[in-house]
Structures are given as C-alpha cells and as structure tokens.
C-alpha cells in the first residue's frame, strides 16, 4: 500500500511490554495482513504476532498478543517477515531455516534442512523462497 501524502515520521516510546518473550528478541517487524496491523516479534524462543489495538488515552498503544509458535529448541540468528505476514523465516542456531506460512488453513511451520549449510542471514522472497547468506573469509 502505497500513501499518496504519508503523515510525518516521529516516534515517542510511551511505554514498555515487559516479558514479551521468554529469551531475546532477534526481529521487531510491523506487518499489515489484510485485515488489520500487526507487530511480529521473532525471540529465541519462538514467533509472537501481536495485534495492535487502538489508541487508549495518553495515546498509549495496546498490543494483544494473538498468537504464538514455537518449534526451534536452539537460538536464532537472524528473521524476516513479508510485509503481508504470509511468511516468516528464521534461521536457527543449527543454520536451518524455518518457516511460518500462512494460508486459508491457517499458519504452518516447515523446516529445511539440506544438510551442512553456513546460513547467516536470509530474506523472504515469498513463501518458501529465501535469499541467504553466509560469510567465509580466507
């Protein structure tokens, strides 16, 4: 979606969510997946997709969380989320890529392991196709 006059950019922290993961937190992104915005945060732990609700007074915004994934038992390097959120990457500890997928049925997790891969950074292209990366210096 593309704003023909977009507002003005500022941003004002009005507050904190404490806990929102278990573990750290490796990717903020705002997405908008058709019916309304959302936050997904991709922690160590697992995948959060946040609503965000309407602005309460002293225009403290409310985030509800909507759901949660979990399916990685080591830590993570490095996500990413289409705008849409109708896909997640996330490259794991043990270099393996995992993916939250969404359809008409509803979010799924596949994994891809395609034996020793040096995945250090990935992109979503679109649902299952990455751009990665790795560094090997010499």
């Known amino acids: 979606m593309i704003l023909e006059n977009p507002p003005p950019f500022s941003v004002q922290i009005v507050g904190k969510m404490p806990k929102a993961h278990e573990k750290g937190i490796v990717n903020l992104q705002f997405v908008y997946n058709g019916n309304h915005v959302a936050l997904c945060s991709v922690g160590h732990d697992s995948i959060k997709m946040w609503r965000l609700n309407d602005m309460e ?7 509800t969380q909507m759901n ?5 038992r080591c830590g993570v390097q490095t996500a990413h989320t289409l705008p849409t959120a109708s896909c997640t990457g996330v490259v794991g500890a043990d270099s393996m890529i995992y993916s939250l997928e969404g359809d008409h049925d509803g979010y799924h997790i596949r994994s891809y392991d395609m034996g020793y891969m ?3 950074h990935l992109v979503v292209v679109e649902p299952g196709r990455f751009i990665t990366k790795s560094t090997s210096y010499k």
């Open 57 to 63: 007074e002293d225009n403290i915004v409310v985030f």
């Open 68 to 72: 949660e994934y979990i399916e990685w």
């Open 118 to 120: 040096e995945v250090w």
